[in-house]
T-cell receptor, first 117, second 114 residues
Framework: AQKVTQTQTSISVVEKTTVTMDCVYE???????LFWYKQTASGEIVFLIR??????ENATVGHYSLNFQKPKSSIGLIITATQIEDSAVYFC??????????????FGLGTTLQVQP | AQTIHQWPVAEIKAVGSPLSLGCTIK??????LYWYWQATGGTLQQLFY??????VESVVQLNLSASRPKDDQFILSTEKLLLSHSGFYLC?????????????FGHGTKLSVL
């Protein structure tokens, strides 16, 4: 069965530090895509970064990077030089290639990040 | 540039009353469209998807229905609301036939059923 697990309910960090958020997933598909989205206080959901399962290199976009450990079915999100504006709920999500046009994303429960001055 | 507009922004409705939520996508022809639901403080769950006009597939049964009357419009509705329908409803779109493509979400509709 498909499942995405985020065990950290909330994290609090000081501004300008680095934070890592954990995510593990379960899938029977050999090909899948992993995403991180963030939900701001207004409810808006913003795409951050994606990792394709067949790629060995960790994806990096701006101050977001991923720690993809395929044997452990793990896809951690790393935010460097955190800013107050990074405070949000972060969702890990997975889509199997077999999902086809359903576009179905399986989301984790989310991790609330609070960045303190 | 593509834009996605959801309406209304928020609704307060009585149990048993009807509901209609909508979204419109501009600047993108033949998108895949989706409805997601989020319980307060919870995760996101896909409700429906549509790959073309007039064709909608249900993913979970929540006594809701969806329709796609136009290429750029997606409607979520029910004739009788339940308390359990409360939550945050998000419309989203993606490029067709690109399985690793991200979803683009609307700003959502907050629904309170009393």
């Amino acid at each position: 069965a498909q499942k995405v697990t985020q065990t950290q309910t909330s994290i609090s960090v000081v501004e300008k530090t680095t934070v890592t958020m954990d995510c593990v997933y379960e899938t029977r598909d050999s090909s899948y895509f992993l995403f991180w989205y963030k939900q701001t206080a207004s409810g808006e959901i913003v795409f951050l970064i994606r990792q394709d399962s067949y790629k060995k290199e960790n994806a990096t976009v701006g101050h977001y990077s991923l720690n993809f450990q395929k044997p452990k079915s793990s896809i951690g999100l790393i935010i460097t030089a955190t800013q107050i504006e990074d405070s949000a709920v972060y969702f890990c999500a997975m889509r199997e290639v077999g999902a086809g046009n359903t576009g179905k994303l399986i989301f984790g429960l989310g991790t609330t990040l609070q960045v303190q001055p | 540039a593509q834009t996605i507009h959801q309406w209304p922004v928020a609704e307060i409705k009585a149990v048993g009353s009807p509901l209609s939520l909508g979204c419109t996508i501009k600047g993108k022809s033949s998108p895949n469209l989706y409805w997601y639901w989020q319980a307060t403080g919870g995760t996101l769950q896909q409700l429906f998807y549509s790959i073309t006009v007039g064709q909608v597939e249900s993913v979970v049964q929540l006594n809701l229905s969806a329709s796609r009357p136009k290429d750029d419009q997606f409607i979520l509705s029910t004739e009788k609301l339940l308390l359990s329908h409360s939550g945050f409803y998000l419309c989203a779109w993606s490029h067709r036939e690109i399985s690793n493509e991200r979803l683009f979400f609307g700003h959502g509709t907050k629904l309170s059923v009393l």
